[in-house]
């Protein structure tokens, strides 16, 4: 079974600019949350879908949406970039079981550097 | 509120255990999760228990909960050179994936 794939693998935009990053889950899970890693700030929840719906999201500005398909592959896309963007974008995906513990599969990111 | 954390390093020698610490503040936590993250890679799930588990052992990894302290650990045991890694504590609160992670423990291990 082929992992949890993000494209592209590294990136690198200006401030002002706009970019998206996607993420395909593993065949047959059908949630998909994204986290920002950042030297500073860690590990920080973004959001996470479900069946094409935003079932939760963290604590991230405006500039910060995410989209599912029916096909459960994500995209996220971050508007007006921002130096304190720069940072490592993980994808992780599961079956989307919300009454029991559920594996988390992590992608290799998309590592973004905004100049 | 939530806040879970780290110890930022830990040095051993090959075939010692090692032990990796971790608190977090809220006690509603249902599962809490230890994850290895390795140079230009993902995060790879190690283990997981339960809230109401005191312990788990899975091959060379041990868990330990301990709820009212609120402090969790992982034991390495006979601890390899391939074990070196970032590793990460975190917490599930509710339902859905959003985990609150720890700022990670850089393990090095000494040949």
């Known amino acids: 079974k082929a992992g949890v794939t993000q494209t592209p693998r590294y990136l690198i935009k200006t401030r002002g600019q706009q970019v998206t990053l996607s993420c395909s889950p593993i065949?047959?899970?059908?949630?998909v949350s994204w986290y920002q890693q950042t030297p500073g700030q860690g590990l920080q929840f973004l959001f996470e879908?479900?069946?094409?719906?935003?079932?939760n999201k963290g604590n991230f500005p405006g500039r910060f949406s995410g989209r599912q398909f029916s096909n459960s592959r994500s995209e996220m896309n971050v508007s007006t970039l921002e130096l304190g963007d720069s940072a490592l974008y993980l994808c992780?995906?599961?079956?989307?079981?919300?009454?029991?513990?559920?594996?988390?599969?992590f992608g290799s990111g998309t590592q973004l550097s905004v100049l | 509120g939530e806040d879970v954390e780290q110890s930022l390093f830990l040095s051993v020698r090959e075939g010692d255990s090692s032990v990796i610490n971790c608190t977090y503040t809220?006690?509603?936590?249902?599962?809490l999760y230890w994850y290895k993250q390795e140079p230009g890679a993902g995060l790879q799930l190690l283990t997981y228990?339960?809230?109401?588990?005191d312990m788990k052992q899975d091959q060379r990894l041990t868990v330990l909960l301990n709820k009212k302290d609120k402090h969790l650990s992982l034991r390495i045991a006979d601890t390899q050179t391939g074990d070196s890694a970032i590793y990460f504590c975190?917490?599930?609160?509710?339902?859905?994936?959003?985990?609150?992670f720890g700022g990670g423990t850089r393990l090095m291990v000494k040949p």
């Open positions: 065949s047959g899970h059908r949630s």
């Open positions: 975190a917490e599930r609160l509710s339902a859905g994936n959003m985990l609150t």
């Open positions: 228990i339960f809230s109401n588990m």
């Open positions: 879908y479900f069946s094409e719906t935003q079932r």
């Open positions: 992780a995906s599961s079956l989307g079981v919300t009454d029991r513990n559920e594996k988390l599969f």
């Open positions: 809220d006690s509603s936590s249902t599962y």
